[in-house]
């Protein structure tokens, strides 16, 4: 089972457009919360989905994390949710590559793509550092404190929250009173330098079948996509457009939802033809 969240428009007008978002891996749905309740406010319908392994989705009983699973999983979600029209698909990190995967394989799956952070071509140092991150918290934390000291030394340029709250929703208490992340540990075999560079390599002859409009949305401080990315991108997709978010990680919505979602409408409103209904979801 694939579990996920659907943000209606405000008022319960008809949506202006269907947007399917997808988080990057070791995340979880709720990495949307503010950009969804922002774009149903403005008129969109949002759907938001947990990967496999991941938040309230089932863990693969084989752990068969691949991502051409996570792309059937897609076909699944859109066939089912998507009757009539397709969704502009939204996705970060593991979510953007699923939809890039996809799509250059003529799964019909979407009408456009919007990548967060990620190109076909990423670096493999930054991909090491996530997963030196996963893999040191796979013994769970003592208390949500410890948890937020762990994020805050993996990112240390973002404000450390005074309320910790939200943390309860990317982690679980188990009966031994610690808590873990809220995904399969086996999960985390995948986030290695050497396997980086062999989905560069994949990507290689994916990318130039991908014919649907594509936006980039990067961080300005981002070690996943650099200069070399997004020149790498636009030469095998010279149709994509760029944006580089000031001062915004590998967690770009996170870093700058507002800037973000600046962006994310200009392209549904200039590029898709359906710009927001009204101003009221703006920060």
Do not use: C
């Not at 947990?50 to 059937?72: F, L």
């Not at 996530?130 to 993996?154: C, T």
């Amino acid at each position: 089972m694939l579990a996920g969240d659907v943000w209606e428009p405000y008022g319960g007008a008809d949506p202006v457009d269907e947007i399917l978002m997808l988080h990057g891996g070791a995340q979880t749905r709720n990495s949307w919360n503010r950009a969804a309740q922002r774009l149903a406010m403005e008129g969109y319908r949002v759907t938001t989905m947990d990967a496999r392994g991941h938040g309230d989705s089932d863990w693969a009983h084989d752990g068969d994390y691949d991502i051409h699973r996570m792309v059937d999983d897609l076909e699944l979600i859109v066939a089912s949710r998507f009757v009539g029209r397709l969704p502009v698909l939204v996705g970060a990190s593991l979510g953007g590559l699923t939809g890039l995967l996809a799509l250059g394989t003529a799964k019909p799956v979407a009408r456009a793509l919007v990548l967060v952070d990620v190109t076909p071509k990423i670096e493999s140092k930054g991909v090491q550092r996530i997963g030196e991150f996963m893999r040191s918290g796979l013994d769970g934390f003592a208390d949500l404190g410890e948890a937020a000291d762990a994020i805050a030394a993996y990112q240390p340029d973002r404000q450390r929250p005074a309320n910790l709250d939200g943390l309860r929703k990317n982690l679980r208490q188990k009966n031994d009173g610690r808590w873990y992340w809220h995904w399969d540990p086996r999960f985390v075999a995948g986030a290695t330098g050497d396997n980086a560079e062999i989905g560069n390599d994949y990507f290689e002859g994916i990318v130039p079948h991908v014919t649907e409009p594509t936006m980039l949305i990067r961080g300005s401080r981002s070690d996943i996509v650099s200069d070399d990315s997004v020149a790498h991108l636009l030469e095998h997709l010279p149709h994509a457009y760029t944006y580089e978010v000031a001062d915004a990680g590998h967690m770009v919505a996170g870093d700058d939802n507002a800037v973000f979602l600046d962006q994310l409408e200009w392209f549904l409103a200039e590029i898709m033809g359906s710009p927001p209904r009204t101003g009221e979801g703006r920060e």
